[in-house]
T-cell receptor, first 114, second 109 residues
Framework: TAGITQAPTSQILAAGRSMTLRCTQD?????MYWYRQDLGLGLRLIHY???????GKGEVPDGYSVSRANTDDFPLTLASAVPSQTSVYFC?????????????FGPGTRLLVL | GQNIDQPTEMTATEGAIVQINCTYQ??????LFWYQQHAGEAPTFLSY????GLEEKGRFSSFLSRSKGYSYLLLKELQMKDSASYLC??????????FGAGTTVTVRA
């Protein structure tokens, strides 16, 4: 069972360049999320999608955009990367927004912006 | 904003018990989750509390007091593989998860 996959695993990116982090889930979950994890700050929500065709802003959305064209895919785009976007990015999904269902996390993408 | 506090680090001996506390102040409450995260890996689900009281799952238990904005994760019979970071997360009125910074537990032989 694949669950959630993310690509690339890691990336070094020059400041000012654009990049799309890919996320795909095969569990037919309705909700998907993007987090960044920085030392000492924990996981912070960037953007989310409660169902295909809808997206919303999380705690730290500036500099990022997302789309949710179908149930399985939820790409995250950095239009013009800056060094402060150096982080580990996790994609997650859950069957529903509410209830006891947990969020399942992908393996993460480690991004270094120079 | 959301405020979720947990200790940064804890150390315990193999076979012992460790209790990780989490206090929270959030805009509403729709459940509290605990996750385990080994270094370099993704968080994985441990427990979920939405009502006051204790939830037990094998060696791991989680407690919630909504009136006090307080939870703890209890790890019993510690094993070396339990060395990891433990994340407390609260789901708010908008059904979004807010995470604490995590507690790194080191288990010594």
């Amino acid at each position: 069972t694949a669950g959630i996959t993310q690509a690339p695993t890691s990336q070094i990116l020059a400041a000012g360049r654009s990049m799309t982090l890919r996320c795909t889930q095969d569990m037919r979950h309705n909700a998907m999320y993007w987090y960044r994890q920085d030392l000492g700050l924990g996981l912070r929500l960037i953007h989310y999608s409660n169902t295909a065709g809808t997206t919303g802003k999380g705690e730290v959305p500036d500099g990022y955009s997302v789309s949710r064209a179908n149930t399985d895919d939820f790409p995250l785009t950095l239009a013009s990367a800056v060094p402060s976007q150096t982080s580990v990015y996790f994609c997650a999904s859950s069957e529903r927004v509410a209830g006891p269902e947990t969020q399942y996390f992908g393996p993460g993408t480690r991004l270094l912006v120079l | 904003g959301q405020n979720i506090d947990q200790p940064t680090e804890m150390t315990a001996t193999e076979g012992a018990i460790v209790q990780i506390n989490c206090t929270y102040q959030t805009s509403g409450f729709n459940g509290l989750f605990w996750y385990q995260q080994h270094a370099g890996e993704a968080p994985t689900f441990l427990s979920y509390n939405v009502l006051d009281g204790l939830e037990e799952k094998g060696r791991f238990s989680s407690f919630l007091s909504r009136s006090k904005g307080y939870s703890y994760l209890l790890l019993k019979e510690l094993q070396m593989k339990d060395s990891a970071s433990y994340l407390c997360a609260v789901r708010d009125d908008d059904y979004k998860l807010s995470f604490g910074a995590g507690t790194t537990v080191t288990v010594r032989a």
